[in-house]
């Protein structure tokens, strides 16, 4: 039998599948005390893993472990080194999530190009009046979005954006131009092209050393002043000291963060109290939909490891 270890909760759907498979016992852990997750994950097969970070010294204690199933498609809280000279096997869920987070992200520029928020405070303030005073809103239609990156919800996006009549232009050296041609869009081979040109710029990149401050005061200088910054891929792509001065100084229009170098941000942090930034707490992939579908997906992604049925662009090459 099989020992699976689900570090943190999991939606309910997934256990269901487990239960089906008497050749799988589990055990769902939402204690993070490291001795004890050591005890727990020594003689294991799998272990799923949310956003709890699975460092060198807890894989290093594993005995059996076979397969690493990640709920989501970032990774950067497990040590990849240690994963690679275990040969352990790293999936992601590739797909579960990519309509929530294209939505989220078609939020938060609808959101800040309309300041539906500074509006909707201006009416239950009893400021209706001073609707005049805000800061200023523009359309997105015609508009240049530049997304960084090519993957599953960059492909959802487009969609979205197609449909508000917006110009799409994708900056992703490792993408096929006939590819993204295909979609409808434009393949940008400078990212400061691209960036001199955007109204918009998402980005839905993983963090790793090459997008590490991608975005900071040297790119931000060559955007445009009506330009908006959307990151819901992970923090510290985006310098945070750099793009609050940026908002303060009216460098840019505004920007959307869903993500944060440290989670949850220093109380101290001055994104928190900037009207320019529109904040959510790591939240674009949290619909009830997306929830479901990335658990099932996690489990999923085990079992057919096992049964030699997993899908090869669920795993990730190291």
């Given at each position: 039998?099989?020992?699976?270890?689900?570090?943190?909760?999991?939606?309910?759907?997934?256990?269901?599948?487990?239960?089906?498979?008497?050749?799988?016992?589990?055990?769902?852990?939402?204690?993070?005390?490291?001795?004890?997750?050591?005890?727990?994950?020594?003689?294991?097969?799998?272990?799923?893993?949310?956003?709890?970070?699975?460092n060198k010294e807890l894989l290093e204690s594993t005995q059996?472990?076979?397969?690493?199933?990640?709920?989501?498609?970032?990774?950067?809280?497990?040590?990849?080194?240690?994963?690679?000279?275990?040969?352990?096997?790293?999936?992601?869920?590739?797909?579960?999530?990519?309509?929530?987070?294209?939505?989220?992200?078609?939020?938060?520029?609808?959101?800040?190009?309309?300041?539906?928020?500074?509006?909707?405070?201006?009416?239950?303030?009893?400021?209706?009046?001073?609707?005049?005073?805000?800061?200023?809103?523009?359309?997105?239609?015609?508009?240049?979005?530049?997304?960084?990156?090519?993957?599953?919800?960059?492909?959802?996006?487009?969609?979205?954006?197609?449909?508000?009549?917006?110009?799409?232009?994708?900056?992703?050296?490792?993408?096929?131009?006939?590819?993204?041609?295909?979609?409808?869009?434009?393949?940008?081979?400078?990212?400061?092209?691209?960036?001199?040109?955007?109204?918009?710029?998402?980005?839905?990149?993983?963090?790793?050393?090459?997008?590490?401050?991608?975005?900071?005061?040297?790119?931000?200088?060559?955007?445009?002043?009506?330009?908006?910054?959307?990151?819901?891929?992970?923090?510290?792509?985006?310098?945070?000291?750099?793009?609050?001065?940026?908002?303060?100084?009216?460098?840019?229009?505004?920007?959307?963060?869903?993500?944060?170098?440290?989670?949850?941000?220093?109380?101290?942090?001055?994104?928190?109290?900037?009207?320019?930034?529109?904040?959510?707490?790591?939240?674009?992939?949290?619909?009830e939909e997306c929830k479901k579908r990335t658990g099932e997906?996690?489990?999923?992604?085990?079992?057919?490891?096992?049964?030699?049925?997993?899908?090869?662009?669920?795993?990730?090459?190291?």
């Amino acid at each position: 039998m099989k020992k699976i270890i689900i570090i943190d909760n999991i939606h309910q759907a997934a256990i269901n599948i487990l239960k089906k498979r008497k050749d799988f016992s589990y055990e769902v852990l939402e204690n993070f005390d490291l001795n004890i997750l050591k005890e727990k994950i020594k003689d294991c097969d799998a272990i799923a893993l949310k956003v709890f970070k699975l460092n060198k010294e807890l894989l290093e204690s594993t005995q059996k472990l076979k397969v690493i199933s990640k709920h989501g498609v970032g990774y950067d809280n497990i040590d990849l080194d240690t994963v690679k000279n275990k040969k352990i096997t790293l999936t992601i869920t590739k797909n579960a999530n990519s309509v929530s987070v294209a939505e989220h992200i078609f939020s938060m520029i609808l959101n800040i190009s309309k300041g539906i928020n500074a509006y909707d405070k201006c009416v239950k303030d009893g400021n209706f009046s001073k609707k005049h005073e805000l800061l200023p809103t523009q359309e997105i239609s015609d508009k240049k979005i530049l997304i960084v990156g090519f993957g599953s919800v960059t492909k959802k996006l487009i969609k979205r954006c197609l449909g508000f009549e917006m110009k799409v232009y994708i900056y992703d050296p490792n993408a096929n131009k006939e590819i993204i041609d295909s979609f409808g869009c434009t393949k940008i081979d400078n990212l400061d092209e691209g960036l001199k040109e955007a109204d918009i710029v998402s980005l839905n990149v993983p963090l790793n050393k090459n997008t590490h401050n991608m975005i900071n005061m040297e790119k931000i200088k060559i955007m445009k002043k009506n330009s908006i910054i959307i990151n819901t891929s992970r923090g510290g792509i985006v310098n945070e000291k750099d793009l609050n001065e940026a908002l303060d100084k009216n460098m840019i229009f505004g920007a959307g963060l869903d993500v944060f170098e440290n989670e949850p941000p220093e109380i101290d942090n001055p994104l928190l109290k900037n009207n320019r930034v529109l904040l959510s707490p790591h939240a674009a992939a949290l619909t009830e939909e997306c929830k479901k579908r990335t658990g099932e997906d996690t489990i999923q992604n085990i079992i057919d490891f096992f049964d030699g049925k997993l899908n090869k662009s669920n795993i990730i090459k190291l």
